[in-house]
């Protein structure tokens, strides 16, 4: 196979919140406290090739969107490397243009005073894309590609609906012409009616341009409809990778398997669904051994004090589960 396109290597990043001034004098007088340690993503490798779509999948607070930030660039691995075309470090960086990132809620990542001609199109003169004279016709095509009227580049984001928000920042990742989109929550804040139009456009730009996503949500629903390559995190790591198709055909993780009978169906509408029990842990302190024990059915002792590897079960099929030993 050829070399990926961006390709993670035990990428870790935890956050450190410092003892303000009561907890260091606290901590002067013998009481028991430290900073505190966000551990919000831990251990985590795969790879993501050119052409592909990788949805990234986890319940709120699993770290997916952290680990997002960390392949945009936006922010820096704790340990580990992101490598882009085989280049780290200073490489990756002067690759930076070529990783674009869309946020999950279209008016918080759009600035309010600027018009929508200024959003898309102060990157790509900044950055020499295109020349003063052309910016003009440059917009009108991209924001065509993207279903916006060009007669909307005067016009600020409180003039618009979330779906054409979530267009225009579509329109301003796409200005600085990228390989690879991460994609966080990109439709989660839209109707359902919405997601569809918003979907079918990435699936049309994916076509058109050649475009990589790294498609990161925690509706499986819409990650089956969109992606060739589906990977689970919970509570930082990831716990199974795999095709879509034999992620959702043969799912080996009692955590994928749980999430799975989440997902609504036409053949069950007689189907009483019961959430995950319990909640996912604090990532402040994460359950020694499987991160997962504390709600899992299968759970024994050795779950409880050793944190399965994730390993090969079948042809490009891995799962982090002591089940699979028996």
Do not use: W
Not at 160 to 181: C, H, Y
Request: aromatic share 6%; with cysteine.
């Amino acid at each position: 196979m050829s070399e990926p396109l961006v390709d993670l290597q035990s990428v870790s990043k935890r956050f450190v919140q410092p003892l303000d001034f009561a907890g260091k004098i606290a901590r002067s007088l013998g009481a028991d406290v430290s900073d505190e340690v966000v551990h919000a993503v831990e251990d985590v490798s795969f790879a993501v090739h050119e052409g592909e779509v990788v949805g990234l999948v986890g319940e709120s607070g699993c770290g997916k969107s952290t680990l997002g930030r960390m392949v945009a660039g936006i922010l820096e691995p704790s340990a580990g490397a992101i490598r882009y075309r085989g280049r780290d470090g200073a490489g990756r960086q002067r690759a930076g243009l070529q990783v674009q990132m869309i946020f999950q809620d279209p008016f918080a990542s759009l600035n309010p005073r600027m018009r929508v001609a200024d959003i898309v199109g102060e990157a790509p003169l900044v950055h020499g894309i295109v020349k003063r004279a052309e910016l003009d016709g440059y917009l009108d095509e991209l924001l065509r590609r993207c279903g916006l009227d060009p007669s909307y580049k005067p016009r600020y984001p409180h003039q618009f609906s979330g779906g054409q928000r979530s267009r225009i920042g579509i329109a301003r990742a796409l200005a600085v012409k990228p390989e690879f989109l991460v994609c966080d929550e990109a439709v989660a804040a839209l109707d359902v009616s919405i997601q569809a139009q918003i979907l079918n456009l990435f699936m049309a730009l994916r076509r058109d341009l050649g475009l990589t996503y790294l498609f990161i949500s925690h509706d499986l629903g819409v990650v089956e409809h969109l992606s060739d390559r589906v990977v689970i995190m919970y509570l930082g790591r990831v716990v199974e990778s795999a095709l879509t198709e034999e992620i959702f055909a043969r799912a080996n993780h009692p955590y994928t398997q749980a999430l799975l009978k989440q997902v609504p169906r036409l053949d069950s509408r007689k189907t009483q669904f019961r959430p995950i029990v319990g909640e996912i842990p604090s990532p402040l302190d994460p359950p020694t051994g499987c991160h997962f024990h504390p709600r899992c059915p299968h759970a024994m002792l050795r779950c409880r004090e050793e944190a399965p590897v994730l390993r090969e079960i079948a042809a490009g099929h891995r799962s982090a589960c002591h089940l699979n030993d028996r």
